[in-house]
């Protein structure tokens, strides 16, 4: 049976080469993405920032509501269709999006790390990516074997589709699929499916290609249940990220201790972070976790 650990970890994203957070504070986060530096809001960045002057490229100014409206303003040239980064061995286009972030989250690097350890001498496994966006994690797991990655967006699944190209991986196996995460979760219930692996990553709030409406806290207990019915004692992970919502990771470490409590492993939970490059090394958190592990 899978055992709930209560004391929180934390998951701590390292600066590599084409990302870093230089600085952080007063509410303000300055990064390195490639070529260019660019300011974000941060509400967690508390404390003062380390350096005096921050070069910047471009700033996002946030709107006035909490829904993350606001908009970018640029003091270099900077491309719209974007600029290529690599993280190990995927390649794919960072830019400017309307929603503040750069089209991938480094935050994450820690969590493709992990999955892969999961998986460690595998090379047909099957794994699941649900709210895949742009598709960094899901060429991560590729190497692995087979991989799913459902997306509402066919923006965002066009961009992943892209970043495939870009590092040479467009021939791995690799369903692209455009759909509602929480609809084609329960399809592959009903058509007895399993996976070794989930990764999910569900917005606050969204809206499938259909009108179907995503809310955090009413929808994601559902969804948890019926990828609960697609792991078994054989599988490997699930791993589940959350931003942007007041919420513990205590909470959705119970969550899936209920859904999962029937399998074996372990259910961690806790933060991911980012260090700050340089000698202070701050950690800056960024969303709350919970994960289901088998096996060493």
């Not at 249940?225 to 942007?244: E, G």
Request: proline content about 7%; aromatic content about 10%.
């Amino acid at each position: 049976m899978a055992t709930l650990t209560l004391a929180p970890q934390v998951m701590v994203g390292s600066p590599w080469g084409d990302f870093a957070l230089i600085d952080s504070g007063h509410g303000r986060k300055l990064e390195r993405y490639g070529p260019h530096r660019f300011i974000r809001p941060e509400p967690q960045a508390m404390w003062a920032p380390a350096l005096a002057d921050w070069q910047a490229d471009g700033e996002f100014v946030p709107g006035s509501d909490e829904d993350g409206g606001g908009r970018w303003q640029f003091d270099r040239p900077v491309s719209r269709e974007g600029w290529p980064l690599a993280w190990n061995d995927v390649r794919f286009t960072a830019s400017c999006t309307p929603f503040r972030h750069l089209g991938f989250f480094p935050d994450m690097a820690p969590v493709w790390d992990w999955m892969g350890e999961r998986l460690d001498g595998q090379s047909e496994a099957s794994t699941l990516n649900l709210f895949g966006y742009t598709g960094v994690g899901t060429l991560s797991l590729s190497r692995f074997g087979s991989v799913t990655h459902v997306d509402a967006s066919k923006k965002s699944v066009a961009q992943a589709r892209a970043n495939a190209a870009l590092s040479g991986m467009d021939g791995r196996p690799v369903r692209w699929i455009v759909d509602d995460a929480a609809k084609f979760t329960a399809r592959e219930v009903r058509r007895g499916k399993r996976y070794d692996g989930i990764i999910l990553d569900p917005p606050k709030f969204g809206r499938g290609p259909e009108g179907e409406v995503w809310r955090l806290e009413e929808s994601l207990p559902g969804l948890i249940a019926d990828c609960a019915r697609l792991l078994d004692a054989n599988s490997r992970f699930l791993f589940l990220t959350v931003y942007a919502v007041r919420m513990s990771s205590l909470a959705i470490g119970g969550l899936l201790a209920e859904a999962l409590g029937h399998l074996p492993g372990k259910i961690e939970h806790g933060d991911l972070a980012l260090a700050e490059e340089g000698p202070g090394g701050r950690v800056l958190p960024t969303a709350i976790f919970a994960r289901w592990k088998n096996g060493d």
